[in-house]
Every structure is written in structure tokens, then in C-alpha cells.
């Protein structure tokens, strides 16, 4: 800051808060009602400090708009449902992780985040809670007011953020479910298509994520230090996505003290750490939060769908929309809903398992915003017994979570709402037969039990005792997977079928977290180091189970096939920036999953991290020989060999140049996983998603030693300096030390401010 900004700045906090004088000066004035102190240390990282929670998140509002302001603009037109009324219907925005049109995502977060929803959710949270979002806002508006130009964004002026927007982003990571479900057919399921059957057109395919998400948690039994090592390894987009985090450390004296990073909008960390314990997040892929149901619809003068026998009444909602028009101006358009006591209506087409048809969602995380009273509690447990109880009295986060304390503790909780029905219950509710085991596609709605609601008409929910939260001293980890295979050693399958099926085959990542663990812990106790070197060891899965019997293929192998051989057979088996002959790899392996029976065994549910090997058949073993041919045949269109090193072909580009990076597929089994663009002559070009954020967390002599790093940067905006200044640190494989005392900060602070109002 310029010293003719420290001034205005000192002149203003006086001016707010009183700068007291002698006997013959005026009254003070009332005191601010936000007030913070924001030091900001290398790398942009805000370390916020107030006495309240309004205070804390009037700083870090501010200190997130400075870093975010048009991705966090863009979040909240989006979760507003504005977009139309900003950018036209026509044209696109991310609902959850689906490309739609903008008419349909201002439906549908119009009615899945309504303002009687929000204002219920804001009523039940703890005035904590309350506070905080409130300053979170009025810190957004306040850097806003002082520094953003008219037309910043794009040459739209940000919003004018309100509390409830802050509610809006935690309660959209519930809505994620429900998106996939229904947000492709919001602007098709209108009052006036009631008596129309559902469109033949099938819902867009899901994107490819591209993210991979870790947690490691190394109890005192795997360390013999008496406490426990924590290493996160969030993987988020890297641009373009609301899933892009921000680092935070955030204090008020005596009560909490956390440091780590969030997903855009959201004022907590989800990924993170205090003096005593460390967690963090990762999507639950294997989990089903809810689930359609068909409803036995009436249509007519005064349409109604039946349950038990008995009609009940369908609700004309008008939704008024404004659309911008192709002369700039701003139209409002009404929209007719069909709402029912379910929720709104949506008419969806066959799917699998599921007949075409008008639809309900019903979804244990439906207006749910406890997450921000969950994160509060989680930021101040002393323990991972705290975490737990924090965790399961608000249930407020559809996540994973994993989490280990000074103590030693490891834990895997299950942090989303479940909905209240065992497995024969689904079995019994399904429109269609659902194989044993599987979670049905749709349930009856025609059936008063299936409807699965309480006695207030809300989502009936499981009670504690049947949700997974599974304690050790040992070692306990998660890798998107289910809750079944994560204490080391162990495994779980007395919970529902919702949250995976105990029959499923773990994914590459699972098997070697596996395999890794199994290592470190037959050659003795575990480091920090080796902790930490699972991620950025970049060994290979599929590689190193695979790759002896691609080598037997070989023996015959001429030709283009030959060639590849050749790569193949100097490859380290690892995806470092210096290997070579991972590019090669990585191009055949999709190849080799299109191949009928390529393992020798077969999956056994009953033994699921059994090694499986490449088939030695001759049908297998030809078609090999076939897919390297066609590797080294499309990588010659690009002019690449496939012995290329790794760090060449994926990298991030920057100002000064292609930073070469390491790690690759998730699908391979890679942890660090990062799913670089299109291939091109050059590489991979950009990075569009995988480790985004890392912490390392142990505890010496009772003393939180704590390393962090976040490679996608702390802005979005290439112009500014801390949109790329950490990728260097993932290129060197290093984390750095985590200023967290108040010495530490101070020693480390590059600029501070202390902003009130």
C-alpha cells in the first residue's frame, strides 16, 4: 500500500471508530459495526484477524473480492438466477458442472434456491453464522466501492452483494445432485405442459470432471510420534469454474483459528487446519443424496397427482425473468412453474431404469445451509471427537470428509444428509426392478411411504447412527471413493447402498493409496516426508500392474508397435516432469480399456484390491500390439514421438514462459492427478484441472507444523500477480511453511490494512 493510502486508510478507521482525544473532544462516534485487520503474506494469502464474526468476514469479503471480484460477480448473478437478465437466455452458464442455457439455470436456481428456501435457511442458522455472511457481504461491497471501475467485469458492474448470497454458494453444493437431474429440462417443464408427455431427447452427458480429489490421515499408530501427519490434496478446475479455491487464514482471538482454502463464495475453509486438528474434502461420487420421484399425474382444468389414492393440488408459480434482449435492452418474461408440496416439477425423459415422465426431486440436502454453522464448529474442534460431533449435528456439507488430530486420531466421516430409508425400502419404491445392490434409478411417487418426507413435508433424514463415520489410530484416506475401503486394513459395508455399492470396484487412486500405505508401513513408521512424496511421487498404477505383460506382448511387436515398445521399455513407470514415455502411455491407455477381458483376472467383489495383470491370450495380446500401432500412428500427426519428457508436454503457460509440471490421469492411478487440454503439437496446452491445493499438518512437542501450497494461484485474473506465482512451487514438488502464529504472519506480511465500517 502507498503511504497516501495508509493515511486515507488510518483517516477512515477514525472516522468510523473514534480516535480519542483530549477532554475537549467530542463524543466518540457509535463503533464500527465491521471491523478487521488484514495482513497479507507472500503468495496473496489473507490472514484476517477481528473480535467477531462480522468483523471476520467483513475482511476476508473484502480480501476475496480483490482476488476474485468477477468470478465471485459471476457466482452471484448465476445463483440468483440473473443471468439471462445480464448475458440474454441464449447464452451459457455452468449449473453445478453442466453447460446450459441461462434460461434454464435462472429456473432452476430460481426454485431450487428460492428466496422463501433462503429465508428459511437463514432463520435456522446460529447468529455466528449470520454474522459472519453479513460482513462477508458488506466486505465484497466494500472493496467494490473503493476500488472496482464502473464496468470491471467484463463491462458489467459487479452486484451489489447480500448476506443470502453468501447462503446461496453453501447451499448450491447441495443442489448438485438435483442439477444433474433436472436442470437440463428446467425451461421445458412449464404449467402449460402439464398434459404434454415427456420429450424424447436424453439428458446431456455429464463432462468429464478431470478432478481427483485426496486425503491421507496417518494416525498415531502409523507415525509413533504420538500424533498425526494430514495430507490434503484438494483437486479443483483451475479457470473458468466456481469450484476455484482461495486461501484464507482467518482469527478471532480466543475463539477461532483456522487456516486453509474454500471453494468460491463460501467464507470458511473446507479444506483445512487449526492447532489441533486438520480435514479435508472430497467429492462423494459413490454417494446419492436423492432421488426422482414419478408422480401418477392428473392433468386438466385443475391439474393434481395422486398419492394413496388421493389427488393433491399442483401450484401455478409465476417466475418473471428478465432477459436481455439483442438491443440491449431488458425484457421481463413470465414463466408458469408446476410446484406441488414435493417441490417443483420437472418432466424428464427415459433413462435407464427410469420411464419418461413428470418428476419430483426429493433430496436429503434440499434447503440445506446448516454447512455454515458445520464449518464454524469444524474450525474451532479441539479434537477429531469435536470434528465428529460438529460433523453430524448439522450435516450441512455433501462431502467426504477426513480428518486427524495432535492427538493421533484418524477419522472418515460422511458429512452430507441421507435420506431415511434402508435397502429394501429403495428395492420397494422403485418404478422399475433395480438389481440387488444398486440404487434405483426413480421411486413411486404414487406411494405415500415412498415420498419419504416428515410429518413438516421436508426431506426425511437418516439418523446419525446410520451414516458412516469410521475412527482409527491407524491410517485412513479417501480418494472420491466410497466409504468402504478407507481405514487402511479394514472394510466397511453395513451402510445403505446410498453411499456406494459394496460390490463396486475401487478406483486406480484407492488401489494405489493402497499399495503406497501397505509400503510405508512394512518398512517402519511414517514421515512427513514420505507423506507428502505419496502425492508428488507420480507413480503410476495402471503402469506398474500393466506393464509387465505389455512388455510380454512386445516380444512379437514390429512395426509402429515396435516402436512404441521401445518408448515403453525406458519409461520409468512414473509421471515426472523428466520421465519419458508417460505421454505414450497416457494416449494408449484409453486404448487398452476399450479392449474386451484385458485383465487376467477378474474383478472379485469379495477381495477388491487384488492385483489385476494384463491377459496373456492371444486375442488380448493382439489387440495390444494393435493399440500401441495406433498410438504412435496419432502421435505422429501431432509430430510427437511419445518419448517426449512429461514436463514438456504438460504445463502451465504463463508470462514468463510453459512452467513443466508432473503428475497426470487419475484414471491411471496417478494421485496427482492433472488432466491437461487437447493435445497439440506442443503438449497438453493449459491446465484445466487436478491438485489445486495442498496442506501437510503435524504436530511436534504439541506445535502445529504446517506446510501449504495452492497451484492454481489465488486469482483467476491473469493480470494479476498471484494468478500463477505458486505454480512454480508444484513444478519443484515444494510446499512451503504456513505463517500461522502472529509472530509468524508478522514476520512474513508484505501489506496490511484495517478496514471498518
Known amino acids: 500500500m502507498t503511504p497516501a493510502r495508509w493515511v486515507r486508510a488510518g483517516v477512515a478507521a477514525c472516522l468510523v471508530a473514534g480516535c480519542g482525544g483530549g477532554d475537549d473532544s467530542p463524543p466518540a462516534p457509535p463503533a464500527a459495526r465491521f471491523d478487521a485487520q488484514v495482513r497479507w503474506t507472500t503468495y496473496g494469502v489473507p490472514h484476517v484477524k477481528a473480535n467477531d464474526h462480522g468483523g471476520l468476514g467483513y475482511g476476508y469479503g473484502y480480501a476475496v473480492a480483490r482476488d476474485q471480484l468477477c468470478a465471485l460477480s459471476d457466482r452471484v448473478?448465476?445463483?440468483?438466477?440473473?443471468?439471462?437478465?445480464?448475458?440474454?437466455?441464449?447464452?451459457?452458464?455452468?449449473?453445478?458442472?453442466?453447460?446450459?442455457?441461462?434460461?434454464?439455470?435462472?429456473l432452476f436456481y430460481r426454485m431450487q434456491l428460492s428466496a422463501d428456501d433462503v429465508d428459511t435457511a437463514w432463520k435456522a442458522l446460529s447468529p455466528q453464522a449470520r454474522a459472519l455472511a453479513e460482513g462477508y457481504a458488506a466486505g465484497f461491497n466494500r472493496y467494490v466501492r473503493d476500488h472496482a471501475e464502473p464496468a470491471a467485469c467484463g463491462g458489467l458492474h459487479p452486484p451489489t452483494m447480500v448476506a443470502t448470497d453468501v447462503l446461496r454458494a453453501v447451499m448450491q453444493i447441495g443442489t448438485l445432485n438435483r442439477s444433474f437431474l433436472a436442470a437440463p429440462f428446467a425451461s421445458a417443464s412449464l404449467w402449460d405442459d402439464l398434459d404434454q408427455p415427456a420429450r424424447a431427447a436424453a439428458a446431456p452427458a455429464p463432462p468429464r470432471l478431470g478432478m481427483a480429489s485426496n486425503t491421507w490421515v496417518y494416525g498415531a499408530e502409523a507415525t509413533g510420534t504420538g500424533a498425526a501427519i494430514v495430507v490434503a490434496n484438494p483437486h479443483t478446475y483451475w479457470q473458468d469454474h466456481w469450484l476455484l479455491m482461495h486461501q484464507m487464514h482467518l482469527t478471532i482471538p480466543g475463539e477461532l483459528d483456522v487456516m486453509g482454502a474454500?471453494?468460491?463464495?463460501?467464507p470458511l475453509p473446507l479444506s483445512g487446519f487449526n492447532d489441533a486438528v486438520a480435514w479435508s474434502i472430497e467429492a462423494p461420487s459413490t454417494v446419492t443424496y436423492g432421488l426422482p420421484l414419478r408422480l401418477d399425474l392428473r392433468p386438466g382444468a385443475s391439474p393434481a397427482y395422486v398419492v394413496d389414492g388421493v389427488s393433491r393440488a399442483i401450484e401455478r408459480r409465476v417466475v418473471e425473468i428478465g432477459v436481455r434482449q439483442a438491443d440491449g435492452s431488458t425484457r421481463t418474461q413470465a414463466y408458469a412453474v408446476p410446484y406441488t408440496a414435493l417441490g417443483p416439477l420437472y418432466r424428464l425423459p427415459a433413462a435407464p431404469g427410469r420411464p419418461a415422465g413428470w418428476y419430483a426431486i426429493t433430496d436429503a440436502a434440499a434447503g440445506d445451509a446448516r454447512g455454515l454453522d458445520q464449518m464454524l464448529l469444524v474450525a474451532k474442534a479441539r479434537s477429531t471427537a469435536d470434528f465428529q460431533r460438529a460433523v453430524s449435528g448439522h450435516r450441512g456439507i455433501a462431502?467426504?470428509?477426513?480428518?486427524?488430530?495432535?492427538?493421533?486420531?484418524?477419522l472418515f466421516i460422511e458429512s452430507g444428509p441421507i435420506l431415511d430409508i434402508d435397502d429394501a425400502g429403495l428395492a420397494a419404491c422403485a418404478v422399475e426392478a433395480t438389481p440387488s445392490g444398486r440404487v434405483p434409478a426413480a421411486l413411486d411417487g404414487s406411494r405415500g411411504a415412498c415420498l419419504l418426507r416428515d410429518e413438516h413435508g421436508r426431506p426425511r433424514l437418516a439418523p446419525a447412527d446410520r451414516i458412516p463415520a469410521l475412527a482409527t489410530r491407524g491410517v485412513a484416506y479417501n480418494a472420491n471413493d466410497s466409504y468402504s475401503l478407507s481405514i487402511h486394513g479394514e472394510r466397511h459395508d453395513r451402510y445403505s447402498v446410498l453411499f456406494g455399492r459394496p460390490d463396486a470396484e475401487p478406483n486406480g487412486r484407492t488401489r494405489m493409496s493402497y499399495r503406497l500405505v501397505a509400503e510405508m508401513l512394512a518398512a517402519g513408521k511414517v514421515t512427513m516426508e514420505q507423506a507428502v512424496d505419496v502425492v508428488f511421487g507420480n507413480r503410476n498404477y495402471a503402469a506398474e500392474t500393466l506393464m509387465d505383460g505389455i512388455a510380454d506382448a512386445c516380444a512379437t511387436a514390429t512395426g509402429d508397435a515396435a516402436t512404441a515398445c521401445g518408448v515403453l521399455s525406458r519409461w520409468d513407470r512414473r509421471n515426472n516432469a523428466d520421465s519419458r514415455g508417460a505421454l505414450l502411455f497416457g494416449e494408449l491407455w484409453p486404448r487398452l480399456g476399450a479392449i474386451e477381458n484385458l485383465y487376467a483376472q477378474p474383478y472379485d467383489a469379495a477381495d477388491p484390491l487384488r492385483v489385476r495383470t494384463l491377459s496373456g491370450s492371444a486375442p488380448v495380446q493382439a489387440a495390444v500390439l494393435a493399440a500401441l500401432a495406433d498410438t504412435v500412428a496419432d502421435l505422429g500427426t501431432h509430430g510427437l514421438k511419445g518419448d517426449e519428457t512429461w514436463g514438456r508436454m504438460l504445463a502451465r503457460p504463463t508470462a514468463a514462459g510453459r512452467v513443466p509440471l508432473h503428475g497426470g490421469s487419475g484414471d491411471q492411478?496417478?494421485?496427482?492427478?492433472?488432466?491437461?487440454?487437447?493435445?497439440?503439437?506442443?503438449?497438453y496446452g493449459d491446465i484445466v484441472a487436478g491438485t489445486a491445493y495442498m496442506h501437510a499438518v503435524t504436530w511436534t512437542g504439541g506445535k502445529l507444523v504446517a506446510k501449504v501450497m495452492a497451484a492454481n494461484g489465488q486469482s483467476p485474473d491473469a493480470a494479476s500477480p498471484h494468478h500463477d506465482d505458486q505454480v512454480g512451487l508444484l513444478s519443484r514438488k515444494q510446499l512451503v511453511d504456513a505463517p500461522f502464529t502472529d509472530a509468524q504472519i508478522a514476520a512474513s506480511a508484505v501489506e496490511s490494512l484495517h478496514l471498518a465500517e
Do not use: C, Q, W
Open 77 to 106: 448473478i448465476t445463483l440468483r438466477g440473473e443471468r439471462s437478465a445480464r448475458f440474454g437466455a441464449d447464452g451459457k452458464a455452468l449449473v453445478g458442472f453442466l453447460p446450459l442455457p441461462n434460461l434454464d439455470s435462472d
Open 669 to 683: 492411478g496417478i494421485l496427482n492427478a492433472l488432466e491437461g487440454a487437447p493435445l497439440g503439437p506442443e503438449g
Open 399 to 410: 462431502a467426504h470428509l477426513v480428518a486427524g488430530d495432535s492427538a493421533g486420531n484418524a
Open 262 to 266: 474454500d471453494f468460491l463464495g463460501v
